[in-house]
């Protein structure tokens, strides 16, 4: 079984926690002049984000500096690992955890809809016999996934409603999935 995977330790204090610190007007003050900018200068919106690896650690393995730690990936158990590494399959569900919470936050404290704390989960369900070469006709990769929000807040419906749509709209990370964008792949 994997083990459970941590940027630094303060991270198990709740998302809600952090985002709560900051009302509506704080948010806003925050983003007015970065949506300035990109009004003005479409180009300036456009960031690279970047990742890398190392492939010198121990066994099939590849050591990623995450900017707060460095994470050591290696097999899933169901493909031969040990579980003492971090799972890539996991991690990009726990980039989709990570990206939904601050989303719903940031769009609860927009919209100013109190939220007192709360969890998300991400399941996602692989058959490793495509991963493994096993059988041909079964996909590599996740074949579904289930996002989901517990939240401790006095909603009514419409809020629960557009809190989801808008998370959805805009989590970088679940549109991503949804709507892949154009990869390439190279070996210099």
Known sequence: M?????????????????????????LRALQAPLKQQYREDPTSAVVTLRASGRLDGAGVSCRVETGRALVEAGLHPATGGSGLQACSGDMLLEALAACAGVTLGAVATALEIPIRGGTVKVEGDLDFRGTLGVNKDV???????????????????????????????????????????????TIL
């Open 139 to 185: 996909p590599v990769g996740f074949q579904t996934i289930r996002l989901s929000f517990d939240l401790d807040a006095d909603l009514t419906p419409d809020q629960l409603g557009t809190l989801l749509k808008l998370t959805e709209r805009y989590c970088v990370v679940l549109q991503t999935l949804r709507s892949p964008p154009a990869i390439t792949a």
């Open 2 to 26: 994997p083990l459970p995977f941590a940027f630094v330790p303060d991270y198990a204090s709740s998302i809600f926690d952090r985002i709560a610190l900051m009302d509506a007007q704080d």
